[in-house]
């Protein structure tokens, strides 16, 4: 065999490798590996009229009963125009799905149903070594986390698969979509960089029973800045808390803004927002019309050296 044979021959085992192998993830049963007993097939469907944004990919976990076993699919949006046909073992399950396209979460507790979680990573405030310090103080301590992507789930109890099967998953919305619009900010022509902080959201999210937010934190969000209407706006997710949480948490927000004399922050109650915003509300609009302030009144006068861990703080309580 000449050279060019063999690099060829070595190629198509290659491809029929890399075929094998992704044919063998299209299915993923994690639970009853020596199970034999004949697999049908079940067309599989997401409504997402209850959603904002299309996921592009679901991950979809078959448990049987109480015992732990499960199935895993990976699969693709499969809407109600076009389902997606899996393979299962037939049985009694209990049905997992969420979106497994998210950067910003992670997740943990596959062994059963109910420990199924979402969770934001540690935000680490590279851009500003003195940012820990300030955010530790205005909430105490509290864990700084980055905000969730958008994030869609879906569950349903007692699917009985005995022949093929068409099933249909309700997909609903893990996050509280957050629209921020502050106005009233003079000076805002000198802002190089601005973000955001709300404190006690939750930091995880389960997927379904008990379809609980727990481990309140603070987030920090990305904002904009623009001097030409004197605003900070912001767009971000945060995973909502239980409706009776609401009525008991306080929240504060903080707006960090970054110049070239040096830094600025301004911190507002912002509580009787989130308390309109519970279980069922997935939309929070936190709108606040004109602080009145001008950041540059509370920089150092240009020409003086503003060490990078100096920040100035303006008070500016809100009233409703």
């Not at 879906?154 to 919305?173: G, H, M, R």
């Not at 106005?183 to 379809?211: C, F, H, Q």
């Not at 519970?278 to 950041?295: K, M, Q, V, Y």
């Amino acid at each position: 065999m000449n050279k060019n044979m063999l690099h060829k021959g070595q190629y198509l085992i290659g491809a029929i490798i890399a075929t094998m192998m992704t044919v063998s993830c299209e299915y993923k049963d994690l639970g009853d590996a020596d199970d034999t007993t004949q697999r049908v097939p079940v067309q599989l469907a997401f409504d997402y009229s209850n959603v904002d944004s299309f996921p592009e990919k679901m991950q979809v976990m078959f448990y049987r009963g109480e015992t732990g076993s499960y199935s895993r699919y990976d699969i693709g949006r499969a809407p109600l125009s076009n389902p997606e046909t899996i393979y299962i073992t037939p049985g009694e399950y209990q049905v997992v799905a969420w979106n497994n396209d998210a950067i910003h979460v992670y997740f943990q507790g596959y062994d059963a149903r109910k420990n199924i979680s979402a969770k934001t990573p540690k935000y680490n405030p590279h851009n500003s070594p003195g940012l820990q310090k300030i955010v530790d103080s205005l909430f105490n301590g509290q864990e700084m986390l980055d905000y969730p992507d958008y994030m869609v789930h879906s569950y349903k109890d007692n699917v009985t698969i005995e022949s093929p099967k068409n099933i249909i998953l309700n997909a609903d919305s893990m996050v509280v979509t957050v629209d921020v619009r502050i106005g009233g900010i003079a000076g805002l022509e000198i802002v190089r960089m601005v973000k955001g902080a709300i404190n006690n959201v939750a930091g995880r999210r389960y997927m379904a029973w008990p379809n609980k937010a727990t481990d309140p934190v603070t987030v920090l969000f990305e904002a904009r800045s623009n001097a030409i209407d004197s605003t900070v706006t912001a767009h971000f997710w945060v995973f909502g808390l239980e409706a009776e949480e609401l009525q008991n948490t306080d929240h504060k927000a903080a707006l960090f803004f970054w110049t070239n004399r040096g830094k600025v922050f301004v911190d507002l109650d912002v509580t009787d927002f989130f308390r309109v915003c519970g279980r069922e509300n997935s939309h929070l609009t936190i709108d606040i019309p004109d602080l009145g302030i001008d950041i540059r009144d509370y920089l150092p006068k240009a020409g003086l050296d503003v060490d990078i861990d100096e920040w100035d703080n303006e008070y500016k309580p809100i009233g409703f």
